[in-house]
């Protein structure tokens, strides 16, 4: 079994402070770590994710996540969030379950920029 | 780009309807999916198609089913639709694969069930 836990809600920030917003998860097997994004009114798309190699991977708009095995997580990071940053972001673990892909999302993080 | 698109934004439907969400994307995707999501609840997984005419359940199927006709949409189905189906659906494809594929949303319907 896999899970994935967003323990933050909803973050506020201020336009161009730093933001962190955490994910954990557990899993039995090996999995694949993933960021989506859904802004106001839309569906999900990816924002980025972790396969293999270098734990540390990086978005086109300045978002990065660091892979940690020790503590099982996976956090997303920006040095300077934009208004445009605005949006829920959801992170989610994707494994093998009964020879298809089983992908489980965690609850979702309201991320409010302010001006 | 990879375009997933359902068929309303916004339905709205009285307890006992049957009631029907289109999904079709243009990838030529064999993998489709169904999820829910609510407040609080995150994205739960109803059905998901890995081939043309089949289907799996996912975490939550009661109150659902699903059919795949053709391999580009995938349709879900609340037969007798009640309060507490009022939810957002989002519907997403991806290739056929390993664990490692992104899945593609489509902009979800807004559901409410009076």
């Known amino acids: 079994a896999q899970s994935v836990t967003q323990l933050d809600s909803q973050v506020p920030v201020f336009e161009e402070a730093p933001v962190e917003l955490r994910c954990n998860y557990s899993s039995s097997v090996s999995v694949y770590l993933f960021w989506y994004v859904q802004y106001p009114n839309q569906g999900l798309q990816l924002l980025l994710k972790?396969?293999?190699?270098?734990?540390l991977v990086e978005s086109i708009n300045g978002f990065e996540a660091e892979f940690n095995k020790s503590q099982t997580s996976f956090h997303l990071r920006k040095p300077s969030v934009h208004i445009s940053d605005t949006a829920e972001y959801f992170c989610?673990?994707?494994?093998?379950?009964?020879?298809?892909?089983?992908?489980?999302f965690g609850t979702g993080t309201k991320l409010q920029v302010i001006p | 780009d990879v375009k997933v698109t359902q068929s309303s934004r916004y339905l709205v439907k009285r307890t006992g309807e049957k009631v029907f969400l289109e999904c079709v994307q243009d990838m030529d995707h064999e993998n489709m999916f169904w999820y829910r999501q609510d407040p609080g609840l995150g994205l739960r997984l109803i059905y998901f198609s890995y081939d043309v005419k089949m289907k799996e359940k996912g975490d939550i199927p009661e109150g659902y089913s699903v059919s795949r006709e053709k391999k580009e949409r995938f349709s879900l189905i609340l037969e007798s639709a009640s309060t507490n189906q009022t939810s957002m659906y989002l519907c997403a494809s991806s290739s056929p694969g390993s664990a490692q594929e992104t899945q593609y949303f489509g902009p979800g319907t807004r559901l409410l069930v009076l």
């Open positions: 989610a673990v994707s494994g093998n379950s009964g020879g298809y892909q089983k992908v489980t």
């Open positions: 972790y396969l293999s190699g270098s734990t």
